[in-house]
């Protein structure tokens, strides 16, 4: 998803959540940080170095 560019709201449908509010809940309960705050930090580590 990340190197996709999807959003949070298309996989929280694609994994069978009724609703992105309902997925971010769920995340936020079981990782104790918002979803974004994961994407944040999977971007930055699969950050593609630029071409020189």
Do not use: K, N
């Not at 298309?10 to 995340?27: E, I």
């Not at 936020?28 to 930055?44: F, H, I, K, M, Y």
Request: proline letters at 4%; glycine letters at 10%.
């Amino acid at each position: 998803m990340i190197m996709e560019g999807a959003t949070a709201a298309g996989g929280a449908a694609a994994v069978g959540f009724r609703s992105a509010s309902h997925y971010w809940r769920d995340c936020r309960q079981a990782r104790g940080r918002p979803s974004a705050a994961d994407a944040v930090l999977e971007q930055e580590q699969f950050a593609l170095v630029p071409a020189e």
